[in-house]
């Protein structure tokens, strides 16, 4: 059996207002739940419909764009474009004298965990690199 939720507790799992899911509810982006009033009840396919629509939104995308999207028409979603005053975090990786990585974690989807593992990842495969360098052929 598939879990249902009430609309607090899907709430609570995508982290957005009850009255923001009820817009989007309202306007068509998100699927009218089971039941009625309080006794209405929610389940994976909303709570999918949400963590989307929250993506999106983060990514800089109109509600209207949104909709397109949810429709089925083109799934790709643009890298948001840089303005003037845009803040971005990027970690960036010292290898050695010359060489850095720059990682932008939001716009790849890593968390900061794969940035770790990534970042270890690359130190070891330099590390192997300069050892062989370093090693005479025979």
């Not at 109109?62 to 397109?68: D, F, M, N």
């Not at 948001?80 to 970690?91: D, F, I, W």
């Not at 060489?99 to 270890?120: D, H, K, N, W, Y």
Request: with cysteine.
């Amino acid at each position: 059996m598939t879990p249902t939720y009430l609309l607090n507790e899907l709430c609570a799992l995508v982290d957005m207002p009850i009255r923001t899911v009820r817009y989007y509810v309202q306007q068509g982006l998100v699927e009218r739940p089971q039941g009625e009033t309080r006794a209405a009840r929610y389940g994976q396919k909303h709570l999918d419909q949400l963590l989307l629509i929250k993506k999106w939104t983060a990514a800089g995308l109109s509600l209207e764009r949104i909709r397109e999207l949810l429709a089925g028409q083109e799934t790709e979603v643009p890298a948001r474009s840089k303005r003037r005053g845009m803040l971005e975090v990027v970690s960036r990786l010292h290898i050695a004298d010359g060489v850095e990585l720059v990682i932008e974690p939001s716009r790849a989807g890593l968390t900061p965990e794969q940035v770790r593992e990534l970042s270890q990842g690359v130190m070891a495969l330099f590390d192997a690199i300069e050892a062989q360098t370093k090693t005479p052929q025979a």
